[in-house]
């Protein structure tokens, strides 16, 4: 081997042990992620200030809005508006009678007050 290719082999090693896997860190508050591989089972308003989703797998999370979302408290039914990579996340809404209700964040929750976590209301 070239001596010169000697300290570019050395440096090769020192990046690839720096870009090594990682233990997975929890994401950030407000910053939780909701694939659609999942399927939303439910859904429950909390006022007009947040609302409450449970997965298929009964994980609940909670998302909070920008501004409050008067209609949702009334609402029979709602639509999730995504863009790709098409996983619900804290830069999406939902769409109430129409109306987009913009997220300000979410987060992995135990579920509206008095709901057992991981249970179905």
């Known amino acids: 081997m070239k001596p010169r290719l000697l300290p570019l082999l050395g440096?090769?090693?020192?990046?690839?042990?720096?870009?090594?896997p990682t233990q997975t860190a929890a994401p950030a508050p407000g910053m939780a992620s909701i694939p659609?591989?999942?399927e939303i089972n439910q859904w429950q308003p909390d006022?007009?200030?947040?609302?409450?989703?449970?997965?298929?797998?009964?994980?609940?999370?909670y998302a909070t809005f920008m501004s409050?979302?008067?209609e949702l408290q009334y609402a029979m039914k709602i639509g999730f508006r995504t863009q790709p990579p098409f996983s619900l996340d804290k830069f999406d809404s939902v769409l109430v009678e129409g109306r987009p209700c913009y997220f300000k964040s979410l987060d992995p929750s135990s579920g509206p007050?008095?709901?057992?976590?991981g249970a179905p209301l």
């Open 11 to 20: 440096a090769l090693a020192v990046m690839a042990a720096c870009t090594a």
């Open 36 to 38: 659609f591989v999942r």
């Open 47 to 61: 006022a007009n200030k947040g609302l409450y989703i449970q997965l298929d797998n009964h994980q609940w999370y």
């Open 68 to 70: 409050p979302c008067f």
């Open 113 to 117: 007050p008095g709901t057992k976590p």
